[in-house]
């Protein structure tokens, strides 16, 4: 059974570098899409990007020049740097894994951007 | 105007049926997208519900009661999630989303209070 065990800074200054790792447990990275999403306190799902594999991505255009989603295989895990962070980017950010659409998510990071 | 529009809200009665409806923006055609749907829990990530296209060709996850369908209507440019027999735990919010120019966009959701 897989399991997806997400990290990261929970409270960041405007300016600042957000960074959130998902570790993957019990599964392969191999054959699956691993996509970012976001989700501000009260409001809806914004995808930010995906990785697969390979380390290719594909990056929603509202967030591109921000972004920087990364895998490492050797551990297992997927990575989200976004840059610049302000208020707006306050959120829980979600990993999620799919052979198509995102089908499993982890339980999120609550990253807070505050002066 | 939003890719995908969805009612904010909606309330119904143990035992009754809802419609939740996802509809397209003008110039985006239904008949050419599969919709998927996901159901959140206050707390909780998001659950992959189903996906669908057409009769052919959907998928209900595993573990997602029968009472929980898709279906389209093109008339009115929409994908609609149906519920019938609805359940106290089928309180959560509920969003939508497709695949569109590479990338994922989310519905804004649909609050759903069983009464």
């Known amino acids: 059974q897989v399991s997806l065990q997400q990290w990261g800074a929970g409270l960041l200054k405007p300016s600042e570098t957000l960074s959130v790792t998902c570790g993957v447990d019990?599964?392969?990275?191999?054959?699956?899409?691993w996509s970012w999403i976001r989700q501000p306190p009260g409001k809806g799902l914004e995808w930010i990007g995906e990785?697969?594999?390979?380390?290719?991505?594909n990056y929603n255009p509202s967030l591109k020049s921000r972004v920087t989603i990364s895998v490492d295989t050797s551990k297992n895990q997927i990575s989200l740097r976004l840059r610049s962070v302000a208020a707006a980017d306050t959120a829980l950010y979600y990993c999620?894994?799919?052979?198509?659409?995102?089908?499993?998510w982890g339980q999120g990071s609550l990253v807070i951007v505050s002066s | 105007q939003a890719v995908l529009t969805q009612p904010s809200s909606l309330s119904a009665s143990p035992g009754a049926s809802a419609s939740l409806t996802c509809t397209l923006r003008?110039?985006?055609?239904?008949?050419?997208?599969?919709i998927y749907w996901y159901q959140q829990k206050s707390g909780s990530p998001p659950q992959f519900l189903l996906r669908?296209?057409?009769?052919?060709?959907?998928?209900?996850a595993s573990g997602v009661p029968s009472r929980f369908s898709g279906s389209k209507d093109a008339s009115a440019n929409a994908g609609i999630l149906l519920i019938s027999g609805l359940q106290s735990e089928d309180e959560a919010d509920y969003y939508c989303?497709?695949?569109?120019?590479?990338?994922?966009?989310f519905g804004g959701g649909t609050k759903v209070t069983v009464l």
């Open positions: 669908y296209n057409s009769d052919s060709d959907n998928l209900r």
């Open positions: 989303l497709i695949w569109h120019n590479r990338v994922w966009v």
């Open positions: 990785v697969v594999h390979s380390g290719s991505v």
């Open positions: 999620a894994r799919g052979v198509w659409e995102p089908d499993y």
């Open positions: 019990g599964g392969s990275l191999s054959g699956y899409y």
């Open positions: 003008s110039g985006i055609n239904i008949r050419t997208y599969r």
